[in-house]
């Protein structure tokens, strides 16, 4: 069936380093992916998003990186920070007879030490 | 100023019993959902409506009624409660409803079913 997941649960950096959250998808014909990020006790917030025309998109100290081959997707994180301590979630946009519907993956655990 | 905010925050209520939960976006957008968070941070969407239609229903059992009073409210009523409703509702918007990945939550109010 159609899923969009993720490898790592947990993953746990230390202050100052790069992350890497990946994703993996299953459905091919999927072509628009976000990033969320959701801190304890709050609502997920938008972080980047990527459309399939494209391989690489960067942010403010992110970049997310498409691999349509593999069906795999990354979001990579800059000198992570304190703040970056969250769960990550990759999603799928899909149109749904004219309505946005994000399928969301399972999500990882950022945690960062200190 | 809170741009989606949600009302109550928590919920504790025993099975059977109907409780609303209350969602408004001062951001001016067409488009509100209702997602669901389970215990283990699955979000899945319930609702999305787009100027007070309703887009989206995701199989949701009809116990669950969202109403729009108007593009700027979605709110959502439940009858019935059951154990397995308990979980974490977020309301969001988005300016349009098709072709974006971008959704502003709420933070979303936890609902627990005794």
């Known amino acids: 069936g159609e899923s969009v997941g993720l490898h790592l649960p947990t993953l746990s950096v230390q202050e100052g380093d790069n992350s890497i959250i990946n994703c993996a998808y299953s459905?091919?014909?999927?072509?628009?992916f976000i990033w969320y990020k959701q801190e304890s006790g709050k609502g997920p917030q938008f972080i980047i998003d990527?459309?399939?025309?494209?391989d690489k998109r960067q942010g403010q100290r992110v970049t997310v990186l498409l691999n349509k081959t593999v069906k795999h997707l990354s979001l990579q994180i800059a000198a992570t920070q304190p703040g970056d301590s969250a769960v990550y979630f990759c999603?799928?946009?899909?149109?749904?007879?004219?309505?946005?519907?994000?399928?969301f993956g399972t999500g990882t655990q950022l945690k960062v030490e200190l | 100023d809170t741009a989606v905010s949600q009302t109550p925050k928590y919920l504790v209520t025993q099975m059977g019993n109907d409780k609303s939960i209350k969602c408004e976006q001062n951001?001016?957008?067409?488009?509100m959902y209702w997602y669901k968070q389970d215990s283990k941070k699955f979000l899945k969407i319930m609702f999305s409506?787009?100027?007070?239609?309703?887009?989206i229903n995701e199989t949701v059992p009809n116990r669950f009624s969202p109403k729009s009073p108007d593009k700027a409210h979605l709110n959502l009523h439940i009858n019935s409660l059951e154990l397995g409703d308990s979980a974490v509702y977020f309301c969001?918007?988005?300016?349009?409803?098709?072709?974006?990945?971008?959704?502003?939550f709420g933070e979303g109010s936890r609902l627990t079913v005794l």
């Open positions: 969001a918007s988005s300016q349009g409803f098709m072709n974006t990945g971008e959704l502003f």
């Open positions: 459905n091919s014909a999927s072509d628009y």
């Open positions: 990527i459309r399939s025309n494209m």
């Open positions: 999603a799928e946009n899909r149109d749904a007879g004219g309505g946005n519907k994000l399928t």
């Open positions: 951001l001016g957008h067409d488009t």
């Open positions: 409506y787009n100027n007070k239609e309703l887009i």
